[in-house]
């Protein structure tokens, strides 16, 4: 009989849960059942500030978030219950009640309610114009109040607030972020790279008052303002506030079961992710190990990870103490790695346009703090991840230029650990990415697709586009490939309808295009043409292949193909008229024809594809570009047919 496991929560984290259980769960041991308090499916509430942006459809880009559609769940085998929260636990019955009054019976609970926006206790805070930023709605709500707004305040400079910040600056508001702290993302950086990030950050013309305290938000005198007060007298006159002062777990129903939990919040649960009952675990942000709880994706998605195992019969322990972290502010780059507060050696670079600092303990990366563009950061997680030592030399190297290796080896890949994790929001290895590209993932949209790599904040796609050898400017566009495809698949119409070109009546009335058909050097010259098109094509096969030919962007090389193709359909009519012939010579043209049509239709999905994460998902890419590649073989054996049938028939 199945263990019935309740999965109280649809976020991320419960979704990922859902998503790895069953996939994992050959034996369909467990029976799932999931109750989640907001209206819609999961969704990627990392990049929610897309349905903020300037001309962005509100509606239709949160449905465009969303992880997977209820048929996902169906297929799965898995009850779910939308905007129906489970209000109480009875864990001596093993029975939970929902807001609407379901009882479901259990043999597991995993709690998976993430956390709730921190309400700060100022005067006024619940005022009209004062919004949350936490859910779906909550940014349905801002999209709509800032349509006609001038300004905004954004109370917060953590990365929450700042990324709302940005977003409201883009839509041309006149944006002040007002931080109680003395410097912008006390909780990632020190005082002097939180310092040089505020200067970034208001060369983008968006005002940050740090180290300011609200005395109150009050409406305005009848014009249609919010005040903010600030503790030095400081007024401040705007349009919106948002709200982005931090999180507190989520954890109620725990508690109201009578579950240890942490005085400041959070579900306490032990390294296996099991609370004080057995039978009750914890992951993401509700859940508190060793006093501390995790606001981030990818410490919650490896916590998923560590449960799924335990649960299918490990004996696994999430020992998270550190983690990295990622600021989505377009035009600044600010990221973390490991503990950059470790009592070790620290190391610091600055100059006008970037702040790099790297703790260092018995010769080890401990811990990276980077603010501004750097090309090396991927090589210093790995170098932390695997615990490898550093130099002298490089130490003193990074003293004087601010990097740690010479700049030709930063981006050699090729000699780390396969064991190195590239994405830390799913834990994706580079040794599963590798495996990815040798089966044909030969992209970022299907290397993402396949692995979930760079699917939640991005900040991997520089080592996916040097795996892939793909631009990242050209993967995140896809116009010249969707024109080439159009083009192709054009052309490929046009040969389908056109009618074949009809000989000249008599020898003395052909005209010149007559002698394309009837003249035999002309012949060969034409059909020897199209048969070097058709080998030209193949070079971004050979590309694909052999790392020696990986030069110039991947993006570029696949749109050069279908163009080449294109070309063939020329070729194609200046050797037959249009004339498919028969028996033999018909299905030659045949399989030419559905060869050219399979590739037009894989460049306009490989275009679409990085538009959409469900077809990303569905992997047509994938398949399309499979058949055309199975369709290219049978022409290979026909056209050496047909040139042995010419020539020595």
């Not at 799932?32 to 001309?55: K, N, Q």
């Not at 779910?80 to 209000?87: E, K």
Request: aromatic letters at 8%.
């Amino acid at each position: 009989m199945s263990e019935r496991i309740l999965v109280i929560g649809n976020g991320m984290i419960g979704h990922r849960f859902c998503d790895r259980l069953t996939a994992e769960d050959a034996g369909r041991r467990f029976r799932v059942t999931v109750f989640g308090d907001e209206p819609r499916p999961a969704y990627d509430r990392v990049h929610l500030s897309r349905a903020l942006e300037r001309g962005a459809d509100t509606r239709k880009t949160l449905d465009s978030l969303e992880l997977e559609g209820r048929s996902w769940y169906r297929s799965r085998e898995i009850e779910i219950h939308l905007d129906d929260p489970v209000v109480r636990l009875d864990r001596e019955h093993r029975v939970a009640f929902s807001a609407r009054g379901i009882e479901t019976g259990y043999d597991r609970v995993v709690f998976a309610t993430g956390a709730r926006p921190a309400v700060p206790p100022i005067p006024g805070v619940d005022g009209a114009r004062v919004h949350l930023y936490r859910t779906a709605d909550d940014a349905a709500r801002i999209a709509g109040a800032v349509e006609c707004s001038r300004a905004a305040a954004v109370v917060g400079g953590g990365l929450l607030g700042l990324e709302v910040a940005q977003v409201l600056r883009e839509r041309g508001l006149e944006v002040t972020v007002v931080e109680a702290a003395p410097s912008l993302l006390v909780r990632q950086l020190n005082v002097v790279a939180g310092a040089f990030l505020k200067q970034l950050v208001e060369s983008f013309g968006v005002r940050v008052l740090v180290g300011a305290t609200i005395d109150a938000i009050e409406d305005g005198d009848g014009n249609g303002e919010t005040r903010i007060r600030l503790a030095n007298k400081r007024i401040i006159d705007v349009d919106v506030v948002v709200l982005a002062v931090g999180i507190r777990p989520r954890d109620d129903v725990a508690r109201n079961a009578g579950l240890e939990c942490g005085v400041r919040g959070g579900i306490k649960v032990d390294e296996r992710l099991t609370t004080s009952d057995e039978r009750i675990h914890a992951v993401g942000e509700c859940a508190l190990i060793d006093g501390e709880f995790f606001g981030l994706v990818a410490p919650g998605y490896r916590m998923v990870e560590v449960l799924v195992r335990n649960l299918l019969g490990g004996r696994d322990s999430f020992r998270e103490r550190a983690t990295t972290t990622r600021l989505k502010f377009r035009g600044i780059e600010v990221n973390t790695v490991g503990d950059p507060a470790a009592p070790g050696r620290s190391l610091v670079h600055s100059s006008s346009d970037s702040y790099r600092q790297v703790v260092v303990i018995d010769s080890r990366i401990a811990g990276v703090t980077s603010v501004g563009k750097w090309n090396q950061l991927g090589r210093a997680k790995e170098a932390h991840h695997s615990r490898r030592k550093i130099s002298d030399r490089e130490i003193e190297r990074f003293r004087t230029t601010g990097d740690l290796w010479l700049i030709s080896k930063t981006d050699d890949t090729s000699s780390w650990p396969g064991g190195t994790i590239i994405c830390e929001c799913a834990s994706i290895s580079l040794g599963e990415l590798r495996n990815a590209t040798s089966a044909g993932c030969d992209t970022i949209a299907l290397l993402a697709s396949r692995t979930g790599a760079s699917t939640f904040c991005g900040s991997c796609r520089p080592i996916l586009a040097r795996l892939t050898g793909e631009s990242e400017a050209s993967a995140s566009g896809g116009r010249w490939l969707a024109g080439a495809a159009c083009v192709a698949l054009g052309g490929f119409l046009v040969t389908l309808v056109a009618p074949a070109v009809p000989f000249a009546a008599s020898v003395a009335s052909a005209g010149w295009l007559d002698h394309l058909w009837r003249n035999g050097v002309v012949q060969q010259t034409s059909g020897f043409t199209l048969l070097g098109l058709c080998l030209a094509s193949l070079i971004l096969s050979v590309r694909k292949r052999w790392s020696r030919f990986r030069r110039g962007s991947y993006g570029t090389w696949r749109s050069v193909h279908v163009v080449v193709g294109a070309l063939t359909l020329l070729g194609f009519f200046f050797h037959t008229g249009l004339r498919l012939g028969a028996n033999f010579n018909f299905l030659l043209s045949a399989i030419f024809l559905l060869l050219v049509l399979l590739g037009a239709c894989s460049g306009i999905a490989h275009a679409a594809n990085g538009r959409s994460a469900r077809l990303a998902r569905l992997r047509i890419p994938t398949l399309v570009t499979n058949a055309h590649v199975l369709f290219f073989w049978p022409l290979v054996v026909f056209v050496a047919f047909h040139i042995l049938a010419v020539y020595y028939f």
